[in-house]
């Protein structure tokens, strides 16, 4: 088995992203422009699957007030990697980041995750047999 480079899952994860695989209530808001938007907790989730580690949560704040939670990943030794991050507006500020249980079970956004899985699972099999 070839081992599997960061820069490879990124590239998969990145060009998986899609109007299908962001957050069902906020899908009218993305954009090719900002493909990162609202991908956060399926992008995290899969980067589980990969990578293992720890789900870390954030609050978004906007004026100072909690419009959404913004997902990303922790690695062994405090590596954090968060391929979402770039989705926020200068006015939308992400605070604390707390590790949080993986669900036995996915039940919000089952879909999507699942999609996106998908999606990046056939491509680093592509460009492994490459």
Do not use: N
């Given at each position: 088995?070839?081992?599997?480079?960061?820069?490879?899952i990124?590239r998969?994860?990145?060009?998986?992203?899609?109007?299908?695989?962001?957050?069902?209530?906020?899908?009218s808001?993305?954009?090719?422009?900002n493909?990162?938007?609202?991908?956060?907790g399926v992008?995290?989730?899969?980067?589980n699957?990969?990578?293992?580690?720890?789900?870390?949560?954030?609050?978004?704040?906007?004026?100072?007030?909690?419009?959404?939670?913004?997902?990303?990943n922790?690695?062994?030794?405090?590596?954090?990697?968060?391929?979402?991050?770039?989705?926020?507006?200068?006015?939308?500020?992400?605070?604390?980041?707390?590790?949080?249980?993986?669900?036995?079970e996915i039940?919000?956004?089952?879909?999507?995750y699942e999609?996106?899985?998908?999606?990046?699972?056939?491509?680093?099999?592509?460009?492994?047999?490459?």
């Open positions: 088995m070839t081992p599997r480079l960061l820069t490879d990124e998969a994860v990145r060009s998986s992203w899609d109007a299908d695989t962001c957050t069902p209530e906020y899908r808001r993305w954009t090719p422009g493909p990162a938007r609202d991908q956060c992008t995290a989730l899969v980067l699957d990969l990578l293992g580690g720890e789900l870390v949560r954030g609050e978004v704040l906007v004026g100072g007030v909690r419009t959404d939670f913004h997902w990303w922790r690695l062994g030794a405090g590596v954090e990697i968060d391929l979402t991050r770039e989705q926020f507006r200068p006015e939308e500020i992400v605070t604390g980041g707390v590790v949080i249980p993986r669900p036995p039940k919000r956004l089952r879909e999507e999609l996106l899985r998908a999606r990046v699972l056939e491509k680093l099999a592509g460009s492994a047999a490459a």
